[in-house]
């Protein structure tokens, strides 16, 4: 649970999954500031961010079944409602109106920027965007790291590099300007030419003390030829400041 | 493992045939006898490494006597036995025999092991999931129970003089309740909670239904939040196959293990606060309140440290 972090950690919004990720009928598992977190997407399309086990039991509700309009438990098959979290149905007694306070715990929920944001809290504005004055948006692979936030971050600020054309084989690409926001959001900008421009906003997802997730938003003036290979190349990127991380 | 649990000589028993009680084990477990390995299993590979209550074990077969030597860390145990197929060991001084079946001496009878499984889990939510009569039509659907008879009836549930809880008058439509059940049938079961770790369920044989087929739960927790599940069974023969008994309860307990072994927390929270009980688990209520008022706490987490409590 988020025990022994601080508030202004419990009351602000973490990336913790890319939208397209959260597919419908799934539940996808997560994990935020040592809080498990089962995520799953309704057919109506609003996500629930919900403690990741089954009031009754405690089995985890991201191995449970998504209906469309309610998660169902593997161990007992209780039901319970998107949205309020009420259990609706159990099976046992089947006649017998759940009691309200079989209900499971939620968290605060909100989708921005392609990203599925979970707060601990209840924080008063949305989460932190990419702010730049680029047109075109994509979410890059999230990679998972043996290594702090601050870690991250540091590694971050020392240099970060990307070529704006991978296809050039554009080795002298130049030193992106990595700006941090917060503690949990960098910027690496990057010119190329002196005019064209483009950005990589890292979201930075704490599960733990000692693992984080690295949520990468590419922010571009036009669309790249090959998207495929711009991905790849982020993505190798990605994988080298994760390395580094991992090895300091 | 942690200081507490590091096995120790006893300065006052010279002969060193005792380990020093780890401060978080209670003596009512430390002075009990639990399974460490199904003895066939011992019996073909000679020799074999196992840990209970935190305690690292080594098991020796001597080949000529055919008896086992039991080390705890470096120190021979004297309290070692085998029974129903299973070794047994005691860390500290016995303070009451292992469990008695009288079933098993019956002659038309096939006494079997149904394997030795591995659980990430505290073994007192393995004893409760044995327990358990709602789960049977979802985790067990088709052999078990079958949706949508899943209503629990009311069934009764008391206290053992011996210690432990009895659940009986449970009733439940089971699609393929054994091995040999070729169709469905309204299965009478009974369950008795013996000792902290071991739970045992009678459940109506197919055949002579008036009969009663036994099945035997042994816990071996290895630590706090793991543990190795052993079965024993005791069916009426009636044309059972051993391999296919066997075969059928550790299909059935695979179908558990995945539950047990995303079960959060690991231990056993006591307080009805933390997980919220219906009348169907009025068995699994019943072994929380004995756990709570039997003073264990290892594999559990007790209301008083409970923070959700």
Same mark, same amino acid.
């Given at each position: 649970m988020a025990a022994g972090y601080t508030p202004d950690l419990v009351e602000r919004w973490f990336a913790v999954a890319r939208t397209e990720e959260v597919v419908p009928r799934h539940v996808v598992q997560a994990q935020l500031l040592d809080q498990e977190i089962a995520l799953w997407r309704d057919d109506a399309g609003a996500v629930n961010a919900w403690e990741n086990r089954c009031p009754h039991r405690g089995v985890r509700l991201s191995i449970g079944l998504n209906t469309g309009t309610e998660l169902r438990c593997q161990y007992h098959g209780w039901r319970y409602a998107t !949205?309020? !979290? =009420?259990?609706?149905?159990?099976p046992a007694h089947p006649t017998q109106k759940p009691a309200a306070t079989m209900r499971v715990a939620r968290f605060g929920i909100t989708e921005a920027h392609g990203f599925v944001w979970v707060s601990l809290g209840t924080p008063a504005g949305p989460p932190q965007g990419p702010a730049t004055g680029c047109e075109h948006a994509t979410t890059l692979r999230s990679i998972y790291t043996e290594a702090s936030a601050a870690t991250i971050a540091a590694c971050l600020l020392r240099g970060y590099r990307f070529a704006l054309d991978p296809l050039g084989a554009d080795e002298s690409s130049p030193d992106a300007v990595v700006v941090a926001e917060d503690a949990y959001t960098l910027r690496a900008k990057s010119s190329h030419a002196g005019e064209r421009e483009a950005a990589v906003t890292f979201f930075l997802q704490p599960m733990g003390a000692s693992q984080t997730v690295i949520h990468g938003l590419l922010t571009t003036h036009g669309v790249a030829a090959d998207r495929l290979a711009v991905l790849r190349h982020h993505h190798r990127q990605m994988t080298a400041l994760r390395d580094a991380a991992e090895s300091r | 493992m942690d200081g507490g649990g590091r096995c120790v000589r006893d300065d006052a028993c010279p002969a060193g045939r005792r380990v020093l009680r780890p401060p978080q084990v209670e003596s009512l477990l430390w002075d009990d006898w639990h399974v460490v390995a199904e003895f066939e299993q011992l019996r073909r590979s000679g020799r074999f490494a196992t840990a209970l209550l935190d305690v690292p074990l080594t098991l020796e077969l001597d080949p000529d006597s055919g008896t086992v030597l039991a080390r705890a860390g470096d120190e021979p145990l004297a309290s070692v036995r085998i029974k129903y197929g299973f070794v047994w060991v005691c860390l500290g001084e016995p303070s009451r025999d292992i469990v008695e079946f009288?079933?098993?001496?019956?002659?038309d009878r096939l006494l079997g092991t149904a394997g030795s499984v591995r659980v990430a889990v505290s073994g007192l939510r393995a004893v409760e999931n044995f327990l358990d009569l709602s789960h049977l039509s979802f985790v067990h659907a088709g052999f078990l129970g079958e949706e949508p008879l899943t209503e629990v009836k009311p069934y009764s549930v008391e206290s053992s003089p011996q210690g432990g809880v009895i659940a009986t008058g449970c009733r439940v439509y089971q699609p393929k309740a054994s091995p040999i059940a070729r169709e469905g049938f309204d299965v009478d079961y009974t369950y008795a909670v013996l000792r902290p770790y071991i739970v045992v369920l009678y459940k109506a044989n197919p055949?002579? =239904?008036h009969r009663r087929d036994m099945i035997a739960l042994f816990v071996q927790p290895v630590s706090a939040e793991s543990c190795v599940a052993h079965l024993l069974t005791c069916y009426?023969?009636?044309?059972?196959e051993p391999a296919a008994v066997r075969r059928f309860q550790q299909f059935i307990f695979g179908q558990d293990r995945p539950i047990l072994e995303n079960q959060l927390p690991k231990r056993l929270p006591l307080t009805p606060a933390r997980e919220i009980p219906v009348r169907a688990d009025m068995a699994s209520a019943a072994y929380r309140r004995w756990l709570t008022d039997a003073g264990i706490r290892y594999g559990a987490i007790p209301a008083a440290a409970d923070p959700a409590a």
């Open positions: !949205g309020s !979290g =009420q259990c609706t149905y159990i | 009288p079933e098993c001496g019956d002659a055949v002579e =239904q009426l023969e009636h044309g059972v």
